[in-house]
Antibody
Framework: QITLKESGPTPVKPTQTLTLTCSFSGFSLSSTGVGVGWIRQPPGKALEWLAVIYWDDDKRYSPSLNSRLTITKDTSRNQVVLTMTNMDSVDTGTYYC??????????????WGQGTLVTVSS | QSALTQPASVSGSPGQSITISCTGTSSDIGAYNYVSWYQQHPGKVPKLMIYEVNHRPSGVSNRFSGSKSGNTASLTISGLQVEDEADYYCISYTNIYSYVFGTGTQVTVL
């Protein structure tokens, strides 16, 4: 059974760096084809894809946020960490991590965490 | 990579069919058949409804179907039901191994 859970600080002050952790179980990020992505959603707004890290440590970022994002994995601890620098109020929202596999569900994000609400406020 | 374009809202009466479009480019929707659709009720986690353009995960009603032509994908809900009222998002895998979501569509059952 695949589960994911996001954790991170809130509130975050403007200009600070946000560090979010995705802790998962039921799969290994060292298995061929596996990836974990991050998606966010400001209150009342659309989903936005942020980043993904693959089993082979390949990393991809949203072009609009590329300069602010870093995604890493700790395979032994079953965790993925996303950092976002220079936080602003427009970054307030719910942040989700999600699983995907190259060979299943057409590379869609099939399992999601419950999300963590990040508030940026001074 | 800009967000995929969806209509902001679509509505229909119970029993009717509605279609939501999702327009991208040759770098995303047009590049692969890796287009998915999610349903999201208020305050809930998005639920995968369609993957790989027209495949339904186990447990998803066959009233939901997907298609694609060129750079545009579509989600059709037939036999519209009250519980279908939600936000719907398309997402596409891209030719640089990243992803891009659609702008989202609010479905209202009249």
């Amino acid at each position: 059974q695949i589960t994911l859970k996001e954790s991170g600080p809130t509130p975050v002050k403007p200009t600070q760096t946000l560090t979010l952790t995705c802790s998962f179980s039921g799969f290994s990020l060292s298995s061929t084809g596996v990836g974990v992505g991050w998606i966010r959603q400001p209150p009342g707004k659309a989903l936005e894809w942020l980043a993904v890290i693959y089993w082979d440590d390949d990393k991809r970022y949203s072009p609009s946020l590329n300069s602010r994002l870093t995604i890493t994995k700790d395979t032994s601890r079953n965790q993925v960490v996303l950092t976002m620098t220079n936080m602003d109020s427009v970054d307030t929202g719910t942040y989700y991590c999600a699983h995907r596999h190259r060979d299943f569900f057409g590379r869609a994000f099939d399992f999601w965490g419950q999300g963590t609400l990040v508030t940026v406020s001074s | 990579q800009s967000a995929l374009t969806q209509p902001a809202s679509v509505s229909g009466s119970p029993g009717q069919s509605i279609t939501i479009s999702c327009t991208g480019t040759s770098s995303d929707i047009g590049a692969y058949n890796y287009v998915s659709w999610y349903q999201q009720h208020p305050g809930k986690v998005p639920k995968l409804m369609i993957y790989e353009v027209n495949h339904r995960p186990s447990g998803v009603s066959n009233r939901f179907s997907g298609s694609k032509s060129g750079n545009t994908a579509s989600l059709t809900i037939s036999g519209l039901q009250v519980e279908d009222e939600a936000d719907y998002y398309c997402i596409s895998y891209t030719n640089i191994y990243s992803y891009v979501f659609g702008t989202g569509t609010q479905v209202t059952v009249l």
